[in-house]
């Protein structure tokens, strides 16, 4: 079955410091692979994503991922935590290179979240 | 830029009241998605639409109907409210091919007493 898991619900850092989200999945096909931010109150806004290709991708507010089949993961990064970075975070995988439309190509599975807490 | 907005931000409702959460998109997306959010259960798909007049039910669907009757727009409506349903419901859209990247709304607090 395919299945997205987050494994920390709640991590803390500090102000500064660096920053490592896990997140493993289980995908019979090649995956589309996603993290998402929610800050408190809003919806989800989309960090980075991979598709294909070089497996080390960038994404907004210095945030990168990288893929790595062999572990069946995509781990988020930041090199420097900032306060404004206090948000849950949520990875999520979908059907990679699948053709036509419709149906339930396009659905994404979830992992439970992590929620960061940035300590001054 | 893509926008997806739901009609309302906080919603409080009585237990047996019909309820309509509402959704607007405004990138001539395909596909459309209902998910309800609780702690410590992230997100949970209660159903999706691939094209106008489509539904199909995601993994929480009781409880709980749909309507897509423009391209633009995807209704979740509650036929008789329960405090069970006390929830954050996102609305996203994506197109059905290419990255299917999905665009979430900012999230309706539906609060049922």
């Known amino acids: 079955a395919q299945s997205v898991t987050q494994p920390d619900i709640h991590i803390t850092v500090s102000e500064g410091a660096s920053l490592e989200l896990r997140c493993n999945y289980s995908y019979g096909a090649t995956p589309y692979l996603f993290w998402y931010v929610q800050s408190p109150g809003q919806g989800l806004q989309l960090l980075l994503k991979y598709f294909s290709g070089d497996t080390l991708v960038q994404g907004i507010k210095g945030f990168e991922a990288e893929f790595k089949r062999s572990q069946s993961s995509f781990n988020l990064r930041k090199p420097s935590v900032h306060w404004s970075d206090a948000a849950e975070y949520f990875c999520?995988?979908?059907?990679?290179?699948?053709?036509?439309?419709?149906?339930?190509?396009?659905?994404?599975?979830f992992g439970k979240g992590t929620k960061l807490s940035v300590k001054p | 830029d893509v926008k997806v907005t739901q009609s309302s931000r906080y919603l409080v409702k009585r237990t047996g009241e019909k309820v309509f959460l509402e959704c607007v998109q405004d990138m001539d997306h395909e596909n459309m998605f209902w998910y309800r959010q609780d702690p410590g259960l992230g997100l949970r798909l209660i159903y999706f639409?691939?094209?106008?007049?489509?539904?199909e039910k995601g993994d929480i669907p009781e409880g709980y109907s749909v309507s897509r009757e423009k391209k633009e727009r995807f209704s979740l409506i509650l036929e008789s409210a329960s405090t069970n349903q006390t929830s954050m419901y996102l609305c996203?859209?994506?197109?059905?091919?290419?990255?299917?990247?999905?665009?979430f709304g900012a999230g309706t607090r539906l609060s049922v007493l």
């Open positions: 639409s691939y094209d106008v007049k489509m539904k």
């Open positions: 999520a995988v979908g059907a990679g290179a699948v053709r036509g439309y419709g149906g339930s190509q396009g659905n994404l599975i």
């Open positions: 996203a859209s994506s197109l059905a091919g290419g990255e299917r990247i999905q665009y």
